[in-house]
């Protein structure tokens, strides 16, 4: 990965300083931060500096309700790698904690971006705010970058050309749905869940099923049930496989699991890193009569997974 991680903003070197930036959370990365990026790009080439994003870890809202549900869309590893492959430099990837909420706008723009990073350029989207109770505003960040000495650029809104919302909320809902089709078209991406692969209960052997389990405790819940997928494994290759995704109503279980077969493929992978897209929605969860019940509907999802991935 060519991206260099950065994760504070103070004690920072000449080098790490001095980008045009991205700013906001970014979770997803979708097509709609694409556009503020693409801003922020504009204005390192013009500038002939480095382009860089600021993003917040942990997300500003997991700070303040620290009880909703997982509601992320990517880790920290999965944004750097999806803004490696914009062709951003660095991402500046801050703690989001209580010295940082407790910042007033005026605070943040001085002693983050412009101290701390050393910012020639921000580019936020239509709807940034920032600062303690959200009171900057872009309007008021261009004011600010005119007294510290920094140009900012103001996004606006960018729907798809047949009415597509591109936010991050509308990710969500087309992932509850189960509308992998429209989670795609918004993220530019099939959606994806990265994790270690652990021990189960290994009752998939028992039906020639052997399973890749992994715990997905920082993800929003996608709609529960069999999706066709596709995993990429630490040395890169990709394996084709279908995926049960919930809390497996036959066995149940109290947090959510995805669970993979991965078509064709017999080798360890406890406790290796894998990133599985959920390519397709076949069915919602369902409970069967018992074990062979359950391996011919799974043989019949196994069917379907394979002709949607080709």
Same mark, same amino acid.
């Not at 993003?55 to 869309?73: E, I, N, T, Y």
């Not at 391996?295 to 999802?301: L, M, P, T, Y």
């Given at each position: 990965?060519?991206?260099?991680?950065?994760? &504070?903003?103070?004690?920072?070197?000449?080098?790490? !300083? #001095?980008?045009?930036?991205?700013?906001?959370? =970014?979770?997803?990365? %979708?097509?709609?931060?694409?556009?503020?990026?693409?801003?922020?790009?504009k204005?390192a080439?013009?500038?002939?500096v480095?382009?860089?994003v600021v993003?917040? %870890?942990?997300?500003?809202?997991?700070?303040?309700?620290?009880?909703?549900?997982?509601?992320?869309?990517m880790?920290?590893e999965q944004?750097?790698?999806?803004?490696?492959?914009?062709?951003?430099?660095?991402?500046?990837?801050l703690? =989001?904690?209580?010295?940082?909420a407790?910042?007033?706008?005026?605070?943040?723009?001085?002693?983050?971006?412009?101290?701390?990073?050393?910012i020639?350029?921000?580019?936020v989207?239509?709807?940034?705010t =920032?600062?303690?109770?959200?009171?900057?505003?872009?309007?008021?960040? $261009?004011?600010? #970058?005119? *007294?510290?000495?920094?140009?900012v650029?103001?996004?606006?809104?960018?729907?798809?050309? &047949? #009415?597509?919302?591109?936010?991050?909320?509308?990710?969500?809902?087309?992932?509850?749905?189960?509308?992998? $089709?429209?989670?795609?078209?918004?993220?530019? *991406?099939?959606?994806?869940?990265?994790?270690?692969v652990?021990?189960?209960?290994?009752?998939?052997?028992?039906?020639?099923?052997?399973t890749?389990?992994?715990?997905?405790?920082?993800?929003?819940?996608?709609?529960?049930g069999?999706?066709?997928? *596709?995993?990429?494994?630490?040395?890169?290759?990709?394996?084709?496989?279908?995926?049960?995704l919930?809390? *497996?109503?036959?066995? +149940?279980? +109290?947090d959510?699991?995805?669970?993979?077969?991965? =078509?064709?493929?017999d080798?360890?992978?406890?406790d290796? $890193?894998?990133?599985?897209?959920?390519v397709a929605?076949?069915?919602?969860?369902? !409970?069967?009569?018992?074990?062979?019940?359950l !391996?011919?509907?799974?043989? +019949? &999802?196994a069917?379907?997974?394979r002709?949607?991935? #080709?």
């Open positions: 990965m060519a991206i260099e991680v950065i994760r &504070d903003w103070r004690g920072l070197s000449a080098s790490q !300083k #001095g980008a045009a930036v991205a700013v906001g959370a =970014f979770d997803g990365v %979708h097509r709609g931060h694409q556009a503020v990026i693409a801003s922020a790009r204005a080439d013009e500038l002939a480095p382009l860089g993003s917040f %870890h942990p997300h500003p809202r997991r700070l303040f309700q620290p009880d909703v549900a997982p509601f992320g869309l880790t920290p944004m750097a790698r999806a803004l490696d492959v914009l062709g951003v430099d660095r991402l500046y990837l703690p =989001f904690d209580r010295e940082m407790s910042l007033t706008d005026e605070a943040f723009a001085r002693e983050v971006l412009s101290e701390g990073l050393g020639k350029h921000a580019a989207g239509f709807d940034f =920032f600062g303690k109770g959200r009171s900057g505003s872009p309007d008021l960040l $261009t004011q600010y #970058g005119q *007294r510290l000495g920094f140009s650029s103001v996004t606006e809104r960018k729907d798809d050309a &047949d #009415g597509l919302k591109l936010s991050s909320s509308a990710v969500r809902e087309a992932l509850k749905a189960g509308d992998m $089709t429209r989670a795609t078209a918004i993220l530019g *991406r099939p959606f994806a869940i990265e994790g270690t652990i021990h189960g209960d290994k009752r998939g052997r028992t039906i020639g099923i052997p890749a389990n992994i715990a997905m405790p920082a993800y929003m819940r996608p709609a529960y069999v999706y066709a997928t *596709r995993t990429r494994l630490p040395d890169g290759r990709v394996v084709n496989g279908v995926a049960n919930g809390i *497996r109503p036959m066995y +149940e279980i +109290e959510p699991l995805l669970e993979v077969w991965l =078509f064709d493929f080798e360890s992978l406890y290796q $890193t894998v990133e599985t897209e959920l929605f076949l069915r919602g969860e369902m !409970k069967f009569d018992g074990l062979d019940a !391996k011919v509907q799974i043989d +019949e &999802d069917r379907q997974a002709a949607i991935l #080709g």
